[in-house]
């Protein structure tokens, strides 16, 4: 069981005591990059933000606990009673709303258990406070309580920033779900090597260098773990005028990545038609 989350350092921002409370956590789509850093190197990912996915959160205080999650269930009533302990609080009841896949390598347990944080918690968090206490709750953790996540190589399963990223150019992504999910085991490092991926990252700038090293990741990896096999839909995107292909690394989500506006009004029928299920488009990055 993971250990018992550390006490949070008070930060200036605080709120008055016990009232309905609510968050939004937006998620991720994938990664660019996920792997080790070396054969025996930590697990290191560069995250896809997305906007369009996200989890809402509705707390009201009370001595009763509830927690209700509608469909999909991402927490346990469990973490939420811990968090209630360590804030000093009565559980109350949360509602959560979850907009992406359970186990879809969108982030939807970090974002739920950050939004959970947010309506529990009696003063704001730093960043690395809420990651600290995610990685508790859940033993390894998407970087998105980071102001800009998508600029930091990220441990996941130590919930540390491990290098700072240059902003890279945008992307408009088109993607789905390619079948059930599953859920991140947080002592799984069964990952290929992307060291090499890391550092030519870290030198390049342009949308269709980043968005080859972005294919190279999920072919590595789906060589070396399995799962849904993003050579099919990397055909249709050639075909559809994409620069690369994106993949959850730890889940069905699978993406093509566009310069923005060049993505065919086509492409999500031609993705479900390639077998995606929830397919979505979006932004993420900067514009140029």
């Known amino acids: 069981m993971p250990a018992s989350p550390p006490v949070p350092r008070p930060v200036p921002r605080s709120r008055p005591g016990p009232a309905c409370r609510s968050a939004r956590v937006a998620g991720h789509f994938g990664e660019f990059l996920q792997g080790r850093l070396g054969p025996d190197g930590p697990v290191a990912l560069v995250t896809v933000p997305c906007p369009a996915l996200e989890v809402r959160a509705v707390w009201r205080p009370g001595q009763m606990a509830g927690l209700w999650q509608g469909g999909r269930p991402v927490l346990a009533q469990g973490q939420v009673a811990r968090l209630a302990r360590l804030f000093g609080i009565a559980p109350g009841r949360l509602r959560l709303f979850v907009g992406m896949p359970p186990g879809g390598g969108a982030g939807a347990s970090t974002a739920a258990l950050l939004a959970a944080i947010r309506c529990l918690a009696p003063i704001a968090l730093s960043p690395d406070t809420e990651a600290a206490l995610c990685l508790a709750l859940e033993g390894a953790t998407d970087p998105l309580m980071q102001p800009v996540p998508e600029a930091l190589l990220w441990a996941p399963r130590a919930a540390r920033v491990l ?126």
């Not at 799984?188 to 090499?196: M, N, R, V, Y």
Request: charged letters at 20%; glycine letters at 16%.
């Open 163 to 288: 290098g700072r990223l240059a902003p890279g150019p945008g992307f408009e992504i088109v993607g789905g779900f390619a079948g059930p999910g599953r859920r991140t085991d947080p002592a799984d490092t069964a990952f290929p090597d992307i060291s090499d991926l890391v550092a030519a990252w870290r030198v390049t700038t342009d949308r269709a260098g980043r968005a080859q090293l972005a294919t190279e990741s999920a072919r590595r990896c789906h060589a070396l773990r399995g799962g849904p096999d993003p050579a099919p839909i990397w055909a249709l995107g050639r075909d559809l005028g994409a620069l690369g292909l994106v993949a959850a690394h730890t889940g069905p989500a699978l993406g093509l990545l566009f310069a923005p506006g060049d993505a065919p009004r086509q492409t999500e029928t031609a993705l479900r038609a390639a077998g995606l299920g929830r397919v979505l488009r979006f932004r993420t990055g900067g514009g140029r």
